[in-house]
């Protein structure tokens, strides 16, 4: 099971992930979120993963086709409160990763 709780604010939108983020629900990235991102030319976006448990190859995707989203926006993901469970899988992205989800208006100038 994965909830998704999203939130514009000061420019950025943060998605929280809580549980597992898989082959059975990364469509919730695909149908609701990409759209989201490409329809308000989303520059800024957060995943904050204190709460995921678990990711497979399909949620990775997903957050790559987000990455590939935003750069098109020319703009930036970034994650936050990666666990170390998981830390590993991200290590490829090349996404930067930070402490809290507040260090992102720091690094955008907001």
Known sequence: MLKVD???KNNVLYIRLNG???HKNSY???DYLLPIVNKYNIKYLVYNLRYLNNIDLNGYDMILN???MVKKNKGKIYLSNVGKNI??????????????????????GE
């Open 28 to 30: 919730k990235i695909k």
């Open 6 to 8: 999203a939130e514009f």
């Open 87 to 108: 830390e590993n899988i991200f290590k490829g992205l090349k996404i930067p990763i930070i402490r809290k989800e507040k260090d992102i208006l720091s690094l955008i």
């Open 20 to 22: 597992n983020l898989n």
């Open 66 to 68: 987000t990455k590939y």
